[in-house]
């Protein structure tokens, strides 16, 4: 993790997830619609999108995991890879990121991936969300988080980790951390990074709260910086990005740096016992109870 101009300093290699990619259309590049030149050639993966503009070394990246982009194993994998690929090359400078799915952003964690899963397979999964987390909060790119729906728990995580959040003004898209309404417990990291955005006591209320905030009082509480008609979010985010690309990125870099490694770093030294955590903790009968009844509750409120 050296710190100099232009050196990045993302943790690399803490997981290898290319194994999990097998079926996946990964790196393929093709023409994006109506474009033309290199600079308009988009890649990707099944489950996220990116379109990149070597122009202005921005790349807009897409989660399209239909229909609420949760987070399965296969779209952490994914989207650790598309930031990898996008880290790696100097042409970049900002991503926003943004939903393919229409009325939600990101619905979190995918409550299959633990609900009557193995150990094995609860800890495989939490390692790539630890691993995705510190890839984003870390990421020497700037970061703009494109809100356009709803954008609970994990989903909230992720664009926390974000450098700059944009929300489209509908009072459907709610965001905030609401683990406790799971009968769940925010891990430290989430708890560390929701009290860096918006303060110990908005945090302390919140979390224990479960609160998942309409746009007006998600920006008063500062877990976004702008709320905008719906149809003005994506140049909103572009004009963010605009803003944070005209500071020099070794500057920017550094203070990111500065001001996020010890959060990160802390996640860093106890992985392993996160994980351990984690998994005794979903694995209990009750706690399993209380997801499958709270999967069971999403899935007859449809309709
Ligand atoms: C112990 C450590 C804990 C660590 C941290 C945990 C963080 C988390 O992320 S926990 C996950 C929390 N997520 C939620 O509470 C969101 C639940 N979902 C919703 O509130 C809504 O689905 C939505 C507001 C995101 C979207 O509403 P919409 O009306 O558009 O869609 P639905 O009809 O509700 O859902 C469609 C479909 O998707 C299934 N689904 C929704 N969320 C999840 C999810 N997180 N995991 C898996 N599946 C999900 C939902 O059951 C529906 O499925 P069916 O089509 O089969 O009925």
């Known amino acids: 993790m050296a710190l100099a101009s232009g050196v990045r ?12 990619l097998r079926g996946t259309t990964l790196g393929r590049t093709e023409p994006a ?54 880290e790696n090359d100097k042409t970049f ?21 633990i609900c009557g899963r193995n150990p094995a397979h609860c800890a495989e999964y939490w ?6 987390w510190l890839r984003m909060y870390l990421s020497s790119l700037v970061l703009v988080a494109a809100i356009n729906g709803a954008c609970p728990a994990g989903g909230c995580i992720i664009a ?5 959040r944009v929300l489209a ?13 799971l009968g769940i417990i925010a891990p430290f990291w989430l708890k560390d990074t929701y009290v860096n955005t918006i303060g110990h006591r908005a945090s302390e209320q919140a979390l224990q709260l479960g609160s998942l905030f309409p746009p007006a009082e998600a920006l008063q509480v500062g877990l976004v910086d702008q709320v905008v008609p719906e149809d003005q ?22 203070t990111k740096n500065m001001m996020r490694k010890a959060t990160a770093d802390r ?26 009844a709270y999967l069971e509750k999403l899935r007859q409120r449809k309709g």
């Open 9 to 20: 300093f993302a943790p690399r290699a803490l997981l290898r997830p290319w194994a999990l």
């Open 33 to 86: 619609a109506g474009g033309g030149g290199d600079g308009a050639r988009r890649f990707g993966s099944q489950r996220v999108l990116v379109e990149p503009d070597a122009a202005s070394g921005v790349a807009v990246m897409k989660l399209r995991n239909p229909p609420v982009n949760a987070l399965s194993l296969e779209l952490l994998t994914e989207l650790v890879i598309s930031l990898e690929k996008l």
């Open 93 to 113: 400078r900002g991503i926003i990121l943004t939903s393919d799915c229409p009325r939600v952003f990101c619905a979190g964690l995918d409550l299959t991936e």
């Open 127 to 132: 390692k790539a969300m630890q691993e995705l």
């Open 160 to 164: 926390l980790s974000c450098d700059c």
């Open 169 to 181: 003004d509908n009072p459907k898209y709610r965001i905030g951390l609401n683990e406790t309404l």
């Open 233 to 254: 979010v994506q140049s909103t985010a572009l004009s963010e990005m605009a803003r944070w690309l005209a500071v020099p990125d070794h500057a920017r870099q550094l």
């Open 267 to 292: 996640l860093l030294r106890q992985r392993d016992a996160d994980t351990q955590n984690f998994v005794s903790f979903v694995c209990r009968d009750s706690i399993q109870k209380s997801l499958q």
